[in-house]
């Protein structure tokens, strides 16, 4: 027997540190490095003598005998707890699960048995037939344990293999694995299998699916398509060639017999195999093809006519010989090749066909579309020659190239092309294919790619993905104010990439800002536009919570103390707070600070900002009670009221509560004595309003309103004038259309509310009277729909007037309606009547080309002045001509014979009283534009029109102007401005004071160009820059000049010049600034001082916090080496000379304090490092760590060239003698 050692954990680690002082084995040496074995390290496992071979005999016998299978089987699984679909907390075996079990149980007729493990996974023992059980099986899985899905995709051909005969596979496989196998439809293109159940079924259907497809890809079957008459050449004589070729290849071929019309040899088998028996048909083919050309085909005729004539007796056969010749000097060859490769032999614009024709002029190649071959005609050696070179074409073009076909359904082709080509011109490029997309009008959805075939796999997996998207794309519309807009965008468009970013699916459309529209539109995948919307919407809540804000007034002379050093306090607030804090610029005269944030976090502000500014003066808060009602009065027509309290008594502050808040306090606040003023004015002015703010209300219809309020307020203005009361009529959008309000002091509002009370009373008492209207008349009032009938009865109280029907010669019309109402009509009617009889027209004469200016907008000029002069006003049909006329001569340049003629399309006329009528005529005479020209100077003209029009669009809107600039080859100095006289006289004042403006640019400008070089060594250059350009900056600011210094890279330019440019009494400062700087360098010294290269980090601390205070204490500069320097101790220190020796002084006494702290270290280091072992130690005085090492393993064993010996134990070793096999007797062998 033989002894088994154990490497254990801790005797491993003895090996590989050295530690181990005891002896591993007899006679191994007590050295600590001692190497240990192979052998000793790795022992063989022990080995068991064969057992005894009695029974040998018996045991053959009975292994003869097949063993009968049991009808019953126990299955037992596991589910885990995290694959468990129910997980009921309360009694087990009370849930889902065994109501679950009992129904499969009466339904397969297994037995089924659960019990609970300790990691609360699920043990499932079935029980029953094999048929059952499985089922059983199936079932659990799918109902008692959570589903995944997977797919896998294998050619469309191995699908059948998959399902089996009637299904038969497919149902075993699914019993077999317990999973749901879905394989799509004959007719669906797709070649993904989806399988649904658990990740360990799945696995298993999977990998079953894969051998199935695996054994099915080393087989094929090709149909190859060759001519009949060549079928029997490719059977050879007694069919032994095809035999031939069948058992040298293995592949089976079938040829058609002679009687079926059939082209077509189908070869199956092994694909290699048929590869090469497809190799050696089309060989013979192609041969015969060649050598074997009858010559009566039609194709060799032309050029070629036999007569044969009647002979005297019979012959059977005639001498065409002469003929044969002439038909074999030409040959006609066909080479096969797919119809998809033509182009591409063709080559672009023909080049690679080309190069044939032009080596081998008298070969015809003929492309025929939609068959696979291409025909030569020529010369026998030339068509042979033509005929290798094609056939080298198509070989090499079928190892390069490839094609497939991708149905994609016709809607999404669009989108797959992109933007003016964008995606399918990427996919061309990134992939090198070819890819044609069918036209509309096709109506076909096949999408066809060509080129290299990794290249085609590769653009048709992008597009089946872009196609897969765009099926799952869905839109959605989010309502968002525009205002959050630019907000959700970011700067530059920051946040929203942000968003993007997270959501890298879906595409963001926001809105025109031009288009004022609130709908931003999502698009991409369901579930990431879902995902993507409710991130939006709660951004978008979150801004509108934020976007509360509040201004709170705070003396301007306390600005900079709530800002603080540097912005200390300010940033605390805002930080502690997390709110936006704006404040008004120094020069600007406003005193109040805007807060923005969430609104308790604002308020949190306030109050921290006003504390501040009790603090700092004394400030003092009282607050007065005023009616709410008296409010908006105090406060005045834009706050002008109130302004003035504040301005009166020394710019306290006056805070009223927000409107709609219904809170009666008023908050003052400033200097106590202030304060107090401001109070006792805001009382009084209250007390003030309350006497004059008592109010009345009173009920009228709402079509007495406007006979109240009268034509142009004038019966409401009596009454005011009389009481002194305010009455305020409801607007439009009021909910109350008959409510009156009467506001003033108690006596006015009485009287006035009774003057109303009395007219309301008097109009509600209906009367019918009538008046004579001449009938000529009658038209004006009934005309346009009856629009002045209308007139008269909003203006006055609702009256009905009617005139009579037309043709009855009556002169009555009757008025009905309240007794003033119908008065007042009746005086109203009778002004109309006198305007008609006194009515005159006059034409004024305005050029067609500018009534389209005088109209104005939708004629809104026109309207004003009809309104205004109460006139009719016709412009005459427009000539469509007149475009093709000559421009009228403009500003008086016309001579005697342009002298202008009115047209009938240039006469508009009025309609109207006299007076009115001239009235309208000279507003109208105002409305024609007029041109002036205005004198600007040539070189000024593009600053006038600005960055891209923008200076000049401006003033004409600004205006309402059009200018014109003459071109710049004009080389013109007037500029015109055409519009109404008004605006035109406004322009030209504009335009000369911009020209002032301009030209007071110019001569500063050419102050401040004054130039000045001065020589300065360049050694001094970087001091005079400064760290970071501090000091030049400073120069520059100071002095309000440009400093430039030589190029470094420009080995042309002087290197010691410095150019000062400015104004120049400000280059001669800054000139004096620089010599004085560069005085004071000059007298500086450099000393090089050694110092230990240990301390230099202590010297020059974190971040050179440390080295730069010395630099400020001593004033010097103090540079320290570069790392890899020949001197690493050298610093060199810069300054004045006294200032130099102090500053080494110092560095000196560091030194010496820092090297006390170093050799301590270094001492303690020293004794913290292992002992070494040997001298292979590093600078460091680390010994290298070699391992677990062993002597004679098998990898460092010689190799023997020679191949090893199978039957050799030593080279293939055995784990020990085998387990022998069991004992047996005459009663069979033994069951356990």
């Known amino acids: 027997m033989s002894s088994v050692a154990v490497l254990t954990q801790e005797s491993f680690a003895e090996h590989r540190s050295g530690l181990r002082d005891e002896e591993i084995t007899g006679g191994a040496p007590e050295d600590e490095a001692y190497i240990p074995t192979y052998l000793e390290a790795f022992p063989p496992l022990p080995e068991k003598g064969p057992p005894g071979e009695k029974g040998g005999e018996l045991t053959g016998a009975w292994s003869k005998i097949r063993p009968i299978k049991a009808s019953v089987i126990t299955q037992v699984f596991h589910v885990p707890l995290e694959e468990r679909r129910y997980r009921d907390n309360g009694q087990f075996g009370e849930g889902e699960e065994a109501k679950v079990c009992l129904d499969i149980m009466q339904r397969t007729g297994a037995h089924i048995e659960l019990s609970l493990a300790k990691d609360q996974g699920l043990s499932i023992m079935v029980t029953g037939k094999l048929d059952s059980v499985m089922k059983a099986r199936k079932e659990i899985v799918a109902r008692l344990q959570t589903q995944a899905s997977a797919t896998v995709a294998i050619p469309k051909e191995h699908h059948r293999f998959v399902i089996g005969k009637n299904g038969e596979k497919l149902q075993e496989l699914e019993l077999k694995t317990a999973t749901k196998i879905a394989i799509p439809r004959p007719e669906d293109p797709s070649a993904n299998i989806r399988i649904t159940g658990t990740k360990e079924g799945i696995e298993k259907a999977r990998h079953e699916i894969l051998l199935i497809s695996a054994e099915q890809d080393k087989r094929a079957v090709e149909r190859i398509s060759l001519e009949k008459a060549f079928h029997p050449f490719v059977a050879g004589a007694y069919n032994r060639l095809v035999q031939e070729m069948s058992q040298e290849t293995g592949a089976r071929i079938s040829i058609p017999p002679p009687s079926l019309a059939k082209d077509e040899i189908v070869i199956t088998g092994e694909k290699e195999a048929v590869a090469l028996a497809i190799a050696r048909i089309r060989s013979v083919y192609e041969e015969k093809v060649r050598t074997e050309g009858t010559w009566e085909r039609e194709k060799l005729h032309r050029r070629t006519q036999i007569h044969a004539p009647s002979l005297p007796h019979a012959v059977s056969s005639l001498c065409l010989s002469p003929s044969l010749l002439q038909a074999k000097s030409v040959t006609v060859v066909e080479v096969m090749a797919p119809a998809w490769l033509h182009r591409f032999i063709i080559g672009k614009k023909g080049q690679n066909?080309?190069?044939?024709?032009?080596?081998?002029?008298?070969?015809?190649?003929?492309?025929?579309?939609?068959?696979?071959?291409?025909?030569?005609?020529?010369?026998?050696e030339e068509v042979e020659q033509a005929q290798a070179q094609i056939q080298e074409i198509i070989k090499d073009l079928l190892v390069k190239m490839d094609y497939t076909e991708v149905n994609i359904e016709q809607r999404f082709h669009r989108h797959l092309?992109?933007?003016?080509?964008?995606?399918?011109?990427?996919?061309?490029?990134?992939?090198?294919?070819?890819?044609?997309?069918?036209?509309?009008?096709?109506?076909?959805?096949?999408?066809?790619?060509?080129?290299?075939?990794?290249?085609?796999?590769?653009?048709?997996?992008?597009?089946?993905?872009?196609?897969?998207?765009?099926?799952?794309?869905?839109?959605?519309?989010?309502?968002?104010?525009?205002k959050f807009h630019r907000t959700i965008i970011g700067q530059k468009g920051e946040k929203i990439k942000e968003v993007r970013d997270k959501f890298p699916e879906v595409i963001i459309n926001f809105p025109d800002p031009s288009q004022k529209s609130d709908i931003v539109q999502l698009r991409g995948p369901k579930n990431e536009v879902e995902k993507c919307a409710k991130f939006l919407q709660k951004l978008i809540a979150d801004l509108i919570e934020n976007s509360y804000s509040i201004s709170v007034p705070i003396f301007k002379q306390f600005h900079k103390n709530i800002i603080g050093k540097g912005g200390a306090n300010i940033k605390k607030i805002r930080e502690e707070?997390?709110?936006?804090?704006?404040?008004?610029?120094?020069?600007?005269?406003?005193?109040?600070?805007?807060?923005?944030?969430?609104?308790?976090?604002?308020?949190?502000?306030?109050?921290?900002?006003?504390?501040?500014?009790?603090?700092?003066?004394?400030?003092?808060?009282?607050?007065?009670?005023?009616?709410?009602?008296?409010?908006?009065?105090?406060?005045?027509?834009?706050?002008?009221?109130?302004?003035?309290?504040?301005?009166?008594?020394?710019?306290?502050?006056?805070?009223?509560?927000?409107?709609?808040?219904?809170?009666d306090?008023?908050?003052?606040?400033?200097?106590?004595?202030?304060?107090?003023?401001?109070?006792?004015?805001?009382?009084?002015?209250?007390?003030?309003?309350?006497?004059?703010?008592?109010?009345?209300?009173?009920?009228?219809?709402?079509?007495?309103?406007?006979?109240?309020?009268?034509?142009?307020g004038a019966n409401i203005r009596r009454v005011r004038d009389r009481t002194g009361a305010r009455i305020i009529f409801p607007s439009p959008d009021d909910p109350e259309q008959e409510l009156i309000t009467i506001v003033g002091r108690e006596e006015a509002v009485r009287l006035a509310q009774k003057e109303l009370e009395t007219l309301v009373r008097n109009l509600d008492d209906v009367v019918e009277d009538s008046m004579v209207v001449d009938p000529r008349h009658h038209r004006h009032f009934v005309c346009r729909r009856g629009q002045v009938l209308r007139e008269l009865a909003e203006e006055y109280g609702g009256v009905a007037v009617s005139f009579p029907r037309t043709g009855t010669h009556s002169d009555r019309v009757t008025l009905k309606g309240a007794k003033e109402c119908v008065e007042a009509a009746k005086r109203r009617i009778q002004e109309i009547?006198?305007?008609?009889?006194?009515?005159?027209?006059?034409?004024?004469?305005?050029?067609?080309?500018?009534?389209?200016?005088?109209?104005?907008?939708?004629?809104?000029?026109?309207?004003?002045?009809?309104?205004?002069?109460?006139?009719?006003?016709?412009?005459?049909?427009?000539?469509?001509?007149?475009?093709?006329?000559?421009?009228?001569?403009?500003?008086?340049?016309?001579?005697?014979?342009?002298?202008?003629?009115?047209?009938?399309?240039?006469?508009?006329?009025?309609?109207?009283?006299?007076?009115?009528?001239?009235?309208?005529?000279?507003?109208?005479?105002?409305?024609?534009?007029?041109?002036?020209?205005?004198?600007?100077?040539?070189?000024?003209?593009?600053?006038?029109?600005?960055?891209?029009?923008?200076?000049?669009?401006?003033?004409?809107?600004?205006?309402?102007?059009?200018?014109?600039v003459p071109q710049p080859e004009q080389q013109s100095d007037v500029i015109k401005v055409t519009g109404q006289v008004a605006n035109v006289e406004r322009a030209h004042a504009a335009l000369l004071e911009r020209v002032k403006e301009l030209q007071a640019e110019q001569e500063d400008r050419a102050l401040r160009s004054f130039r000045l070089t001065m020589s300065v060594h360049p050694k001094y250059h970087p001091k005079i820059i400064g760290r970071k350009g501090a000091v030049i900056s400073q120069i520059r600011k100071d002095h309000d000049v440009n400093v430039q210094f030589p190029d470094k890279g420009d080995e042309q330019q002087v290197r010691d010049l410095i150019t000062i440019s400015g104004y120049e009494h400000n280059v001669e400062e800054a000139r004096a600034a620089i010599e004085k700087l560069v005085s004071a360098l000059e007298e500086m010294i450099s000393e090089d001082v050694k110092l230990d290269h240990r301390v230099h980090a202590r010297i020059i601390g974190a971040r050179g916090k440390a080295v730069r205070k010395l630099m400020e204490e001593f004033k010097v500069d103090i540079r320290f080496p570069q790392p890899g320097s020949e001197d690493p101790d050298r610093v060199t220190v810069t300054g004045l000379p006294e200032n130099v020796d102090n500053a080494i002084d110092h560095l000196l006494n560091l030194e010496e304090e820092y090297m006390m702290s170093v050799t301590e270290t270094?001492?303690?280091?020293?004794?913290?490092?292992?002992?070494?072992?040997?001298?292979?130690?590093?600078?460091d005085g680390r010994v290298p760590v070699k391992g677990f090492v062993v002597r004679d393993a098998p990898w460092t064993a010689v190799v023997s060239p020679q191949a090893p010996d199978m039957s050799s134990a030593e080279d293939f070793p055995t784990f020990g003698m085998g387990v022998a096999p069991k004992q047996t007797s005459a009663w069979g062998p033994k069951k356990f």
């Open 833 to 964: 009547i006198e305007d008609l009889e006194a009515q005159v027209t006059v034409e004024v004469i305005v050029p067609q080309r500018y009534h389209r200016a005088v109209m104005g907008p939708k004629g809104s000029r026109i309207q004003q002045i009809t309104r205004d002069c109460e006139v009719q006003i016709k412009f005459p049909e427009r000539d469509e001509s007149a475009g093709t006329d000559p421009p009228a001569h403009e500003n008086g340049d016309a001579g005697p014979e342009a002298e202008f003629v009115p047209r009938k399309n240039d006469i508009i006329t009025i309609s109207g009283r006299s007076e009115k009528c001239e009235m309208a005529r000279a507003a109208l005479l105002a409305l024609v534009p007029v041109t002036v020209d205005v004198e600007v100077p040539y070189d000024l003209h593009r600053y006038i029109i600005g960055q891209k029009g923008s200076g000049i669009r401006k003033m004409m809107e600004g205006y309402e102007v059009n200018i014109w």
């Open 1162 to 1179: 270094e001492t303690m280091a020293a004794y913290m490092k292992p002992p070494s072992r040997a001298g292979g130690a590093d600078e």
């Open 417 to 482: 092309i992109g933007k003016n080509g964008a995606n399918i011109n990427r996919i061309k490029e990134q992939y090198k294919v070819s890819v044609r997309i069918p036209q509309d009008t096709e109506r076909s959805g096949l999408v066809r790619i060509e080129g290299d075939p990794q290249g085609v796999q590769l653009a048709r997996k992008e597009l089946m993905e872009m196609a897969q998207r765009m099926e799952n794309e869905r839109t959605k519309d989010l309502i968002v104010e525009q």
């Open 577 to 663: 707070t997390n709110t936006k804090i704006d404040l008004p610029t120094e020069n600007s005269d406003s005193e109040m600070i805007v807060i923005t944030g969430r609104k308790g976090n604002c308020e949190a502000a306030r109050d921290r900002i006003l504390a501040i500014q009790k603090e700092l003066a004394n400030i003092k808060e009282t607050e007065v009670t005023i009616p709410a009602k008296l409010h908006n009065s105090l406060i005045g027509s834009k706050g002008c009221l109130v302004r003035s309290v504040m301005e009166e008594c020394g710019g306290v502050h006056i805070h009223f509560p927000s409107e709609g808040s219904g809170s």
């Open 665 to 712: 306090r008023v908050t003052i606040r400033g200097p106590a004595g202030e304060v107090e003023r401001a109070r006792r004015q805001l009382l009084q002015l209250a007390e003030e309003k309350q006497i004059n703010n008592f109010t009345a209300e009173l009920q009228a219809k709402p079509e007495y309103h406007k006979f109240l309020i009268g034509r142009g």
């Open 353 to 380: 066909i080309g190069r044939i024709t032009q080596q081998l002029p008298k070969v015809h190649i003929e492309f025929t579309d939609g068959e696979e071959k291409i025909s030569l005609e020529g010369p026998t």
